[in-house]
């Protein structure tokens, strides 16, 4: 049995250091998700929020504006001018 704890000994260095990183990464997480949700209570950031989802709104608008089937309509119209010449 004490055989099989000396292979763990080289081992342990890389599992410290593996801990190490995932717990500063969990540290990290944890600062950045309170951080958002203190945002989230603050009037400025409510107030960009309806913002950016009053802009999300206008882009679709303009996108369908955009992709509309009206440049095959003004093609057709202009080819219908042409032959009343």
Known sequence: MFDE??????????LLGG???WSRHKQKEME?????????????ALRMHEEIRTLK???QV??????????ANDINRQIEQLRDR
């Open 62 to 71: 303009l996108e369908r504006i955009a992709t509309e089937n009206n440049a």
């Open 19 to 21: 801990f190490a990183i």
């Open 32 to 44: 950045l998700g309170g951080g958002q949700q203190r945002m989230l209570g603050e009037p400025d």
């Open 5 to 14: 704890i000396w292979i763990l000994i080289p081992l342990a260095p890389f």
């Open 57 to 59: 709104d206008r882009i």
